[in-house]
């Protein structure tokens, strides 16, 4: 039985589209800040708001039965921003996990992480930890939080990582080839992205799954994060729909 968060009522009924979804979605959450300047409110109240997409989001990403969605939540250039600011978002993922994780569960959605979660305060580690732990099992939407997380950190840890193997004898250089280097990175063993959506207007790809997103299909939108809708995401997974993926070929 679902649970309240993921119910929908008769008259808001959606038709969700049934063939070529895109499997796996990342999503670049940008506009948070500018949403609270316009409404002449402080950035964190920006970034809460975009808490209430997040939940939007994720309900209709169960809806669609999409398989990954991997949201952008808080970069390695992140670090630059106000304390303040850095300690509100870094206390976000618990708090929505406080309230959402029932709902999650019951809904077969498994929590994961991409980042260095080492350098994270203790609290955002430990709720999401316990989340991770308590959905491991759960085989429905895969929820990932890219939290600490930068393209070019992943690489060049992914490369230390590698040549430390390969100066153990555990396998060789000629034996090394893409599939073998995705394995060292934080997205082992994931898909890699069908659909990249950033809301917020700019055109950039941000430090963020650098090397995932060679061939995936790319969605930009001026609408900024809090104000991004279940129509807005459909709108994108229907364009994604539409799209004819080569990979280079014909
Ligand atoms: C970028 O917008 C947004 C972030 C760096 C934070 C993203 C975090 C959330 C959307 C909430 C995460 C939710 C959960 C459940 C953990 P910006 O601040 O750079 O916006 P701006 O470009 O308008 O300044």
Redesign the pocket.
Known sequence: MKLPFFHKKEEESVLYPNENIAEHIAII???????AKKRGMP?IA??KE??S??VNIVKTAVNCKVKILT?Y???TE?WKRPKTEIEF?LR??KE?LSIYLPDLIANNVRIEIVGDIEKLPVHTREAIEYAMERTRNNDGLLLN?ALNYGSRDEILNAMKEMFLDITKGEFSLDELDEQKFSNYLYTAGMKEPDLLIRT?GEIRLSNFLLWQLAYTEFWFTDV??PDFSEKDFLQALKEYGNRKRRYGGL
């Open positions: 959450m940008d506009g948070n800040g500018r949403w950035r920006g970034h975009g808490v997409t997040v949201l939540t808080f970069s992140n978002i976000l993922p929505f939080f917020g900024l994060w």
